[in-house]
């Protein structure tokens, strides 16, 4: 067996043999041409041509996938008919007396170039349409043949990259999944796949081999594994995924776009975790309804010096953007304890889970502090941000960090640069001490996100990394519980909502509890989400409440 | 010479799309040439031109100034108008 990793796209499992894609060829010679008028009349009628097929495809999209996909091709579509396009090849035409191919693909990479150098990157996916564009052209003059699958049975489509006109053209009935060695989350190939609903992977390089074409493969598009003749474990294990993950799309089905309200009628926001800027896609997949914590760890992780406010900023801004207006709070740095980066040169410590971390660090060095907000500010103009400060433990901290908001609101304000005003700003509550006095916490903030990862090892005065601990470590010990429900109450007084971030939110044994103490969100890994929800609705909160509070609050217990 | 100055409010500002639409809308009105540009910048481009459109990249919150030239003005510029508005 041979396992070959890549990025994983479009969730699904598939297996079949693997077909390598037939590329349409078009080849042409570079030629003066004696008869301009003729050569642009060629043009005119392959350029009419070409708009008459992406109006078919288009159908064909939007028939397969929707008004989203058709869109792509009605884009393109104009932008053959396009003036600007269609004047630079005449004067090509007539000026330098080539052949119609030629200047096509000439005037088709000039163009490209233009867009690829746009500062948005919108703008800058623009270049591989013109492309498609001129090539679908050049296709038309020199009579190329039609790529495709030349198969009678459904198989595993392997190419380098697909351009989208070659996606949809496809006979979807025979594709059972998609591996590119080229692309970006973002391509076509991997849009148009998620759409389609069908496993894909991109970016596994030269691992894939043409040598492997008709062998038997197995795709896993949710963590990018492509297995060449897998064993029968592998076999086993992965046609067993496959039969859940297509249960859960049932349920998927069943429950995208319902509210997550209880059977008597209270409801409750559920939210994702999310630790970087790609995992957007799983939140919509799943309907998440908002991301309840961004972690921004995973900037400093990844760079080997402190990440610039614009690396940063483009990071925000294409999470708030991707999320369409839905609510992303993002927690600023949140590192120490189990999290160390080297370039932070921070002293050894003999207890680092109590010592100098997260809003700590930021405090005691407001310089990197200064550079996360500001970028925040920045990108909140692009959606609707919050801001979640870790690891509280005192009054006079919110008020130092808020106050280090303002500055840089001002700063912002001074330098001409948009920002939204209402960003909302919220601490979690993960220590004993910030739960206890989260009366007066609640005063000073927007929000509260209970990490109850933290909350319980604080609480129990338990090292959630040491495994002997076991049956000491106990998330649902009513301390940890009462501490939430007494957040909870304290925020609600206060006129705010409280929330859980921690992994304590996706216990369905739990939900009921959750919900009779009334919180307000719980934010879940995004695979978390539907399962949770199908619980909420589930719930009769009234039948329930009493018996469960009188559980937590009372003196007697079972346990 | 008519003209007037729109804000885009639209989150895509004029995207592919948007100002292949609007090629469309101005290509049915004989003998007026409808221009664009940002606010205030020299840089026009006739809105036949989608690319060149495209190329000026203009964004949510810019202004823009656009002009009718030729043709029955008054008429062409009211539906121009009227199409930014609904469409940008």
């Not at chain 2, 823009?64 to 062409?76: H, P, Q, R």
Request: proline letters at 3%; glycine letters at 8%; aromatic letters at 6%.
């Amino acid at each position: 067996m041979i396992s070959i990793q890549g990025k994983g796209v479009s969730v699904g499992v598939a297996a079949g043999k693997l077909y390598f894609y037939q590329r349409a060829k078009s080849t042409f010679d570079r030629h003066i041409v004696d008869d301009t008028d003729a050569e642009w009349a060629r043009f005119k009628s392959a350029q009419e041509k070409a708009i008459e097929q992406l109006g078919e495809l288009a159908e064909k999209a939007r028939a397969e996938a929707g008004d989203e996909a058709a869109l792509l091709f009605e884009t393109h579509q104009m932008m053959a008919e396009d003036l600007d396009f269609e004047e630079a090849i005449e004067s090509m035409i007539k000026d330098d007396r080539l052949n119609a191919e030629a200047v096509v693909t000439d005037v088709g990479a000039q163009f490209a170039e233009m867009f690829a150098s746009m500062d948005d990157s919108y703008m800058q996916a623009r270049a591989a349409d013109v492309k498609d564009i001129s090539g679908r052209i050049v296709s038309i003059l020199s009579g190329a043949v039609q790529g495709g699958i030349d198969s009678e049975e459904p198989i595993v489509l392997a190419a380098d990259d697909l351009a989208p006109s070659e996606t949809v053209q496809l006979d979807k009935s025979k594709i059972l999944g998609f591996v590119t060695s080229l692309g970006s989350g973002s391509s076509h190939t991997a849009i148009l796949a998620r759409t389609m609903g069908i496993p894909a992977i991109i970016g596994v390089g030269d691992l894939l081999k043409e040598e492997y074409a008709g062998r038997e493969v197995i795709v896993d598009g949710g963590t990018g594994n492509l297995f060449v003749d897998p064993d029968d474990d592998t076999r086993d294990r992965l046609m067993q995924k496959r039969a859940e993950l297509i249960k859960r799309n049932e349920l998927l089905q069943q429950l995208k776009g319902q509210p997550n309200i209880t059977k008597d009628g209270q409801s409750i926001r559920i939210y994702c975790n999310i630790g970087s800027p790609d995992d957007v896609y799983p939140v919509q997949e799943n309907d998440g309804g908002g991301i309840g914590l961004f972690r921004s760890e995973f900037l400093y992780l990844e760079c080997d010096d402190y990440p610039t406010e614009d690396y940063q900023f483009e990071a925000y801004k294409k999470v708030l953007s991707d999320m369409n207006g839905l609510e992303v709070v993002i927690r600023t740095l949140d590192i120490g304890a189990d999290k160390q980066i080297d370039y932070f040169e921070m002293p050894h410590e003999e207890n680092p889970a109590l010592g100098n971390r997260a809003l700590r660090i930021c405090l005691n060095r407001p310089e990197i502090f200064r550079t996360q907000l500001r970028a925040l500010y920045r990108a909140s103009a692009y959606g609707k941000l919050s801001i979640m400060f870790p690891m509280v433990t005192s009054v006079w901290e919110v008020r130092e960090a808020k106050k280090m908001c303002e500055q840089v609101k001002k700063e912002l304000t001074a330098e001409g640069i948009p920002f939204s005003e209402d960003v909302d700003v919220g601490i979690m509550i993960e220590t004993p001490a910030a739960a206890v006095i989260s009366d007066r916490l609640a005063k000073e903030v927007d929000f509260f996100s209970i990490g109850t990862n933290d909350l319980t090892q604080y609480t129990l005065a338990c090292d959630r990394q040491n495994n002997d601990l076991g049956r000491f470590f106990n998330a649902h010990h009513p301390a940890v519980l009462r501490l939430i429900k007494m957040v909870c109450d304290n925020a609600h007084r206060n006129g705010i909502w409280c929330g859980i971030c921690g992994e304590l939110g996706a216990d369905l044994e739990l939900t009921e509890t959750f919900l009779s103490i009334g919180l307000d969100e719980l934010s879940v890994s995004p695979r978390s989400v539907l399962p949770l929800r199908q619980k909420v609705r589930d719930t009769y909160v009234s039948v329930v409440r009493e018996g469960l509070m009188n559980d937590l609050l009372g003196d007697q217990t079972s346990l | 010479m008519k003209s007037f100055d729109y804000v885009i409010t639209d989150e895509v500002g004029i995207h592919a799309r948007p100002a292949g639409l609007l090629a469309r809308e101005v290509k049915g009105m004989a003998g007026s040439t409808v221009s664009i540009g940002k606010t205030g910048d020299e840089k026009v481009v006739n809105v036949l031109k989608v690319m060149g459109v495209m190329g000026l990249g203009i964004k949510k919150g810019d202004s823009v100034t656009v002009t009718v030239e030729g043709g029955d003005e008054d008429a062409v510029c009211a539906k121009v108008e009227e199409f930014f508005k609904a469409n940008f």
